[in-house]
């Protein structure tokens, strides 16, 4: 034989061999998967487990998906796709089944130490001292949230990351997170969760910003119980979005439909379809049709209450399992034999992977069971006491005990003892149980290597002939210096670009630094509080607009359910400290004068939330936030921006302490806390009382999360014995918030003379016009009534 054909038959041979190994390790991958949402739903069912949602009949397009998922890039997903995480490498079956048992051990779940459920899965970007790791050279994996399409917003930011890294000119040196950009967000998503307005909003935006954006769709003709006929225009999210589709030269999107029993050609198109993405910074919208639930929905009930019997055994024969494993057979990559071989031989290896991760998730209570057990048995030694006795037989018998069981035990028992000098050592050990779990359970809300500023405040410092300039010229010439001196830095918003912002500012900066740093957005808040997030998570410097605090409402859902609790629900792993601009207190009319911050800082624990009085201190606040690590907010005064400050020097290294108050008029007589714009009502107050004899100490709180750390506020009150807090929210809103804490957890209540008051804005909404203003929000007349009644007391 010819040599050139012999070596041409030796490599076609070599390929097949290669091809067909490639292929039954998907499918090896596959059933594993398919056994672990088997066993899943049964450790769920008998109590071993509280809740389980599977992967189940989503399995061949996770492991086509996944080939084409390269170290650099991000995955945004949502809690069917263990498949793609097992095939990946990002996860495995042994940490599948630890957060089925919500392993408090990061050791056993690395993803979340036990906080998230089942399938939420997040690869680290923090060392373990604190240090951004290289994100380039590893498969990068956003951590998971349940609220369906709520990651949506977020894959937007991280997609948008590799268009800033690939355009902007300073940027473009490989380094720890973009090579040129080359990087593409891979985000799954339900069909029926597409109803949801974060994904429209999300595709149209990534469809006019041109982002390498790779969307699939799982489609198995069903949310909960509900059919896609009724949850999505014309029953098929491809036909609905057919107009975003991308046409020559014009922006938009590549829209691929595939089944999702088609192995094969599923492998071709997401290689089309994601390469493009790569090269071209395209989005890509993948609807994979006709794949199937086995097992229903989750284990909160059964799919056969809601589907017929021709659904259920057209799933059965369709499951996209079972046409890979006819597929194998009929096309000669192995035989009947081997492959019932490879499947017992996979239901072995996830069997032994759930039972040696239940005893890894065991092993500490039963031991913590064992000496509970030892000083109750002890106890009853030298007392007899029926309820104790009650409760160590109930101890013993609970063959699978929660934390939650010993705590309870040892509770009890120290409150049902009669004779407490019997009960030291499980005092003691109960001391260490809460230490224990706190730091399990209770951690990881800030990075706590994050940077709050100075340990104090900083004095200020001018050249002779500084300036007077209005609030916004201040503020402009501290971004023009950002902007100069550290190119990952980016700004955007609605109307931020070109006009430099609804109060100037940016003015003339996008066109001093780049349309790609500082860019104009569409109307739509959820998706810029969502760029904003992604960016930062890929170590740029975001300050994301919101032009009017009034409408952080719209983007409040990612900022809470994402942003706020990443760091938390990734049990540390992961950050995103971008910083979130905004203008809010009285202007005018009910939708432009918004103060909610009560409802703010409930919704956002885990951000920073700065109330600067001025622009010199936003810009303190500015600083502050960049050099950390936490995600925050600024609320800029919205009636402030003609306000005349004077300049000071070195604007970049004026940083503020965080949670640190500042007392900007001293007095005797009573404490005024207050923040923001109102506190120019309480200083011209504090005036007006002084010509009545009484002098106000005026305390500007500067933020509310982190509030005053150094209880600075329990100090002045020490001195005066009467506090008012007054802003401009609503009654119960963060004045409350302020009460509670000096009074109640600082203690201050032990230092007043007379109640304490909070003086607040009405309970509706402020009315248009300077009279309802006047008389829907604290004024000055108001304010010094108050403060004479207190002092008639």
Known sequence: MDPNLMAERQVQELSFEAFKTTVLEDYRIAYESRQASLLGRKEVLTGKAKFGIFGDGKEIPQVAMAKFFKPGDFYAGYYRDQTFAFATGTATINEFFSQLYADPDINNDPHSAGRNMNSHFCTPMLSENGELLDLLHIKNVAAGLAPTAGH??????????????RNVESLQEPQRFSDHGNEVVLCTIGDASTSEGHFWETMNAAAVSQVPLVVFVWDDGYGISVPKEFQTVKGSVSDALSGFEKQKNSNGMLIYKVKGWD???????????????????????????ELTQPQGHSTSGSHERYKSPERLQWERNWDCLAKMRSWIIDNGLADTATVESMEET??????????????????????????????LTNFL????????AALLEELKNNAAPFRRDIVSALYRTIAFAQNKNLVQDIEQYLSELKIENKNLYNSHLYCEDGNVGPANLPVLHYHEDAPVLNGYEILNRYFDELFSTD??????GEDLGMIGDVNQGFAGLQQKHGPERIFDTGIRELTIMGQGMGMSMRGLKPIAEIQYLDYLMFGLQVLSDDAASLHYRSAGKQIAPFIVRTRGHRLEGIWHSGSPLGLIINALKGFYVCVPRNMVQAVGFYNTLLKGKNPGLVIECL?????????????????LPLGVPEIIREGNDITIVSYGSTLRIVEEAADLLQSLQVNAEVIDVQTLLPFDIHSKIVESLKKTNRILFVDEDVPGGATAF????VIEKQGGYKWLDVA??????ESHRPPYGSDGDYFSKPNLEQLVEVVMSMMQE
């Open 152 to 165: 949506f917003p977020k894959a937007l930011g991280l997609a948008h990351a590799s268009r800033i890294y």
């Open 756 to 761: 304490p008051r909070m003086l607040t804005a």
């Open 346 to 375: 996979a239901k072995q290896y996830v069997n032994e992977c759930r039972v040696e991760t239940w005893r890894l998730y065991d092993a500490p209570i039963q031991r913590q069971k064992e000496i509970t057990v030892d000083l």
């Open 487 to 492: 190119s990952r830095v980016v700004a955007f």
């Open 263 to 289: 192995y094969a050609q599923m492998c071709e198109l997401f290689e089309e379809g994601i390469s493009l993405a790569r090269k071209q910074h395209v989005p890509v919208l993948f609807h994979v049709e």
């Open 381 to 388: 030694a030298y007392e007899t006491n029926e309820k104790v």
């Open 738 to 741: 302020m009460f509670s804490e």
């Open 639 to 655: 009636n402030g921006y003609r306000m005349k400050e004077i300049l000071p020097s070195q604007l970049l290294d004026y940083a």
